[in-house]
C-alpha cells in the first residue's frame, strides 16, 4: 500500500473508515495489544486505588445506564455506544 493509497482512505465515508480501523485493530494479537495498550504507573496506581475501594465499599457500584441518565439527562445527549 503506499501513501497515496492511504491517503485515499481519509476520503472514504466514516462507516468505511470505522471499519478498517476495526479489521486493523482486529489483526493485532493480543500481545501486541497489551504492549500497546499499557499504562503508566501512576494511571495503574489509580485504577489499583478504585478498585480496592469498590472492593471495600461494593454497594457504592453502579450501573453505567444510571451513569449515563446522571451525566447525560438529556436521551440526545446520551452516548449510545460502549454499553
Do not use: C, H, Y
Request: aromatic share 6%; no cysteine.
Amino acid at each position: 500500500m503506499t501513501r497515496e493509497d492511504v491517503k485515499e482512505l481519509f476520503n472514504l465515508p466514516a462507516e468505511e473508515r470505522q471499519e478498517i480501523a476495526q479489521a486493523l485493530w482486529n489483526s493485532v494479537g493480543p500481545e501486541e495489544k497489551v504492549r500497546l495498550i499499557s499504562l503508566p504507573d501512576w494511571q495503574r496506581s489509580i485504577l489499583r486505588e478504585r478498585s480496592a475501594d469498590l472492593d471495600r465499599n461494593a454497594s457504592d457500584e453502579q450501573p453505567w445506564d444510571e451513569v449515563k441518565e446522571e451525566l447525560w439527562p438529556k436521551a440526545e445527549d446520551r452516548p449510545t455506544t460502549g454499553g
